[in-house]
């Protein structure tokens, strides 16, 4: 058995996914006639109560499109210190399109309105950029998986907006965070007026992520994916799998929540060295303190790796390990035996 916990983006597309990607109906979506792509992006609007949506290769793209699709060259873009779009994109919207980059420091992965407020900057002031844009993320992945309830978005949201401000939603993992929380992913994103989800991850697409947001938001987004390399042309092979994906993953992820808490629940009873903030576990990431590993964190991956098990350390000291649709029970069983043993 190989148990890999690294992250969701690790699945695989189930056979039905496979058998719909061999017999998707494709056009050129260069051209915008692809017809699977074309209702892949109806429903996933539909799915997210926005207008229209664009088929692109990646989140971190999907994100950049967003991005330099709400602003201009120069402009400052309000966003969360530990934010998925400042950490992990590479600073792509600095690098390749010239914004600016105002991080805020937010409970647990949450902006504070007032912060926000006091942080936003008009174009009058010729030696500060303006703000151009408001960005949050749900579920918070560095705030280890936490889903942000609506009214704390909502509430950045309002300030945003009576600054005349936009607000993009890094959605990744948005459909986890409306399990955990009860409530439709529409009713959750409703403030946010775009919103980046990716199918890749717990929804087991092979590749692709969805920008939802206005029709005249997309319209600018499908021509701001031209320069960035992310025009397809027979993508209706992808977007066959992400049909099936909203046809059947999206409840099916309450599965993973329940697996990781499993884990969780099971590594803080193990004790001997490790810890886990069992409160924070409200969705599929575990995230594992090494500290009181004698032998380190690096020795503990080496370790479950021998026993055919894989996790990753975000930063020292702590392992995240990450449940999805390839781990069973039986897996996490597994896992928390070996570690056990290993310790």
Same mark, same amino acid.
């Given at each position: 058995?190989? $148990?890999?916990?690294?992250?969701?983006?690790?699945?695989? =597309?189930?056979?039905?996914?496979?058998?719909?990607?061999?017999?998707?109906?494709?056009?050129d979506d260069g051209f915008s006639d692809d017809p699977t792509v074309i209702e892949l992006q109806e429903r996933g609007a539909d799915l997210l109560g926005k207008e229209a949506a664009l088929l692109l290769p990646s989140g971190t793209m999907g994100n950049l499109c967003a991005i330099l699709t709400h602003t201009q060259w120069g402009d400052e873009v309000i966003v969360e210190a530990e934010s998925h779009v400042r950490v992990y994109e590479r600073g792509s919207w600095t690098m390749l399109g010239g914004r600016i980059s105002r991080?805020?420091?937010?409970?647990?992965?949450?902006?504070?309105?007032?912060?926000?407020?006091?942080?936003?900057?008009?174009?009058? @002031?010729?030696?500060?950029?303006?703000?151009? +844009?408001?960005?949050?993320?749900?579920?918070?992945?560095?705030?280890?998986?936490?889903?942000?309830?609506?009214?704390?978005?909502?509430?950045?949201?309002? $300030?945003?907006?009576?600054?005349?401000?936009?607000?993009?939603?890094?959605?990744?993992?948005? &459909? !986890?965070?409306? %399990?955990?929380?009860?409530? =439709?992913?529409?009713?959750?994103?409703?403030?946010? @007026?775009?919103?980046?989800?990716?199918?890749?991850?717990?929804?087991?697409?092979?590749?692709?992520?969805?920008? $939802?947001?206005?029709?005249?938001? %997309?319209?600018?987004?499908?021509?701001?994916?031209?320069?960035?390399?992310?025009?397809?042309?027979?993508?209706?092979?992808?977007?066959?799998?992400? +049909?099936?994906? &909203?046809?059947?993953?999206?409840?099916?992820?309450?599965? @993973?929540?329940?697996?990781?808490?499993?884990?969780?629940?099971?590594?803080? !009873?193990?004790?001997?060295?490790?810890?886990?903030?069992?409160?924070?576990?409200?969705? !599929?990431?575990?995230?594992?303190?090494?500290?009181?590993?004698?032998?380190?964190?690096?020795? &503990?991956?080496?370790?479950?790796?021998?026993?055919?098990?894989?996790?990753?350390?975000?930063? =020292?000291?702590? $392992?995240?390990?990450?449940?999805?649709?390839? %781990?069973?029970?039986?897996?996490?069983?597994?896992?928390?035996?070996?570690?056990?043993? %290993?310790?």
């Amino acid at each position: 058995m190989i $148990v890999d916990l690294r992250s969701d983006t690790v699945t695989r =597309p189930t056979p039905e996914m496979r058998h719909a990607m061999a017999h998707a109906e494709v056009g050129d979506d260069g051209f915008s006639d692809d017809p699977t792509v074309i209702e892949l992006q109806e429903r996933g609007a539909d799915l997210l109560g926005k207008e229209a949506a664009l088929l692109l290769p990646s989140g971190t793209m999907g994100n950049l499109c967003a991005i330099l699709t709400h602003t201009q060259w120069g402009d400052e873009v309000i966003v969360e210190a530990e934010s998925h779009v400042r950490v992990y994109e590479r600073g792509s919207w600095t690098m390749l399109g010239g914004r600016i980059s105002r991080q805020l420091v937010g409970d647990r992965g949450a902006l504070n309105p007032a912060d926000v407020a006091a942080a936003i900057r008009s174009d009058e @002031d010729i030696h500060q950029p303006p703000t151009g +844009l408001v960005c949050v993320e749900n579920s918070h992945m560095l705030a280890g998986g936490r889903p942000i309830p609506i009214e704390q978005i909502e509430a950045v949201a309002r $300030v945003a907006h009576d600054h005349g401000l936009p607000v993009h939603l890094d959605g990744a993992r948005v &459909f !986890n965070a409306a %399990i955990a929380l009860g409530m =439709p992913a529409a009713e959750l994103v409703r403030p946010a @007026d775009s919103v980046q989800i990716c199918l890749s991850k717990g929804l087991s697409c092979p590749i692709g992520s969805l920008l $939802v947001g206005s029709r005249e938001l %997309i319209t600018r987004a499908h021509a701001m994916r031209q320069p960035l390399g992310g025009t397809m042309r027979q993508a209706g092979i992808i977007a066959a799998a992400g +049909l099936v994906a &909203f046809d059947s993953g999206i409840d099916r992820l309450a599965e @993973d929540h329940e697996n990781a808490r499993r884990l969780a629940v099971g590594l803080a !009873n193990i004790g001997k060295g490790l810890s886990v903030d069992l409160d924070s576990v409200q969705t !599929n990431l575990v995230y594992v303190s090494t500290a009181g590993v004698k032998r380190g964190t690096e020795w &503990f991956l080496n370790q479950l790796a021998d026993a055919h098990i894989r996790a990753l350390a975000l930063k =020292p000291g702590v $392992v995240r390990m990450v449940t999805h649709r390839e %781990i069973s029970r039986e897996a996490i069983d597994y896992t928390l035996k070996a570690v056990d043993a %290993i310790l």
